[in-house]
């Protein structure tokens, strides 16, 4: 196990508010006996390119970037975002659209909501849909409101903003996840590296179910670190977005969590979309 006088742990998580809600508490030092920890900030198709690569301790991910890095990292059974009627959305500019041939913007490749689209586009969109662009999910509304591209497919606080936008919702991937699987949506996951061995591993899963559920306790205290991260965020949006993505998956994945993740993973290989999982590889530890 580390001692106090351990360097830091290299974590990096996005600044959105669940995740800066989820580690305030360790961040600052509150959580007792938790390691140190040496904040990278980025957005999750970054921290996902950082597993690949093998860079820092402990990272926030897409649960589809799982097939590529679980040789040397290991899920955390909490800390992350699954939940339910939290889904990414695909949106238009008219509402009845047919993205038969279309060009859709999506946040990246290697990402849950893409999954999630890759699937029900498969059973709902019979000819295809054409070209996909990656941009960060940030300029997708825009670009579509001004034509640049047919649809995009948003995710996090999109969801509460999008009629800002003159947008529609041509559907939700989380509602059509939900209702063919009955399962919850398996979207952001903490992984942590392997070699760090098993007692720092049960350490940080003590150290981030502890700091969720302090956040829990007293949601003031999250607050301030949570609002000087989402600056352009409306403090009622931020507050949303929390309700949405952090839930008793985030302290637990449980046996619901882990059948989604499988779910997932396993409906994405038999499509041709990642890898195969061996029945092991979601295992902690």
């Not at 990402?111 to 890759?118: E, I």
Request: aromatic share 8%.
């Amino acid at each position: 196990m580390r001692h106090a006088a351990a360097p830091p742990l290299r974590i990096a998580y996005s600044p959105c508010p669940n995740d800066t809600f989820v580690f305030d508490a360790w961040a600052h030092g509150r959580v007792p006996g938790a390691p140190e920890l040496d904040v990278t900030f980025a957005d999750i198709d970054i921290t996902n390119g950082m597993a690949e690569r093998g860079e820092l301790d402990v990272l926030k991910v897409s649960y589809a970037v799982l097939p590529w890095v679980l040789d040397e990292y290991t899920l955390l059974p909490c800390g992350g975002a699954l939940g339910r009627g939290n889904g990414p959305l695909v949106l238009t500019r008219e509402p009845a659209a047919d993205l038969t041939g279309a060009t859709v913007a999506v946040p990246s490749e290697r990402s849950t909501a893409y999954l999630l689209f890759r699937l029900w586009a498969a059973e709902v969109v019979p000819g295809g849909v054409g070209r996909i662009v990656v941009m960060p999910f940030h300029e997708i509304m825009p670009a579509v409101r001004d034509g640049k591209v047919d649809a995009g497919l948003v995710i996090h606080e999109a969801r509460f903003t999008y009629q800002d936008y003159g947008l529609h919702r041509l559907a939700d991937m989380g509602q059509h996840w939900e209702s063919t699987t009955g399962l919850p949506i398996p979207l952001g996951a903490i992984i942590a590296k392997r070699n760090l061995g098993p007692d720092t591993l049960q350490l940080l899963a003590d150290s981030a179910r502890t700091s969720v559920r302090m956040a829990w306790d007293d949601p003031e205290a999250s607050r301030p670190y949570v609002r000087a991260h989402a600056q352009e965020m409306d403090p009622a949006v931020a507050e949303q977005h929390i309700g949405l993505y952090v839930n008793e998956f985030t302290a637990d994945l449980g046996p619901d969590g882990y059948a989604a993740v499988r779910g997932l993973l396993t409906r994405a290989s038999a499509e041709g979309l990642v890898p195969a999982l061996s029945p092991e590889a979601l295992s902690f530890g």
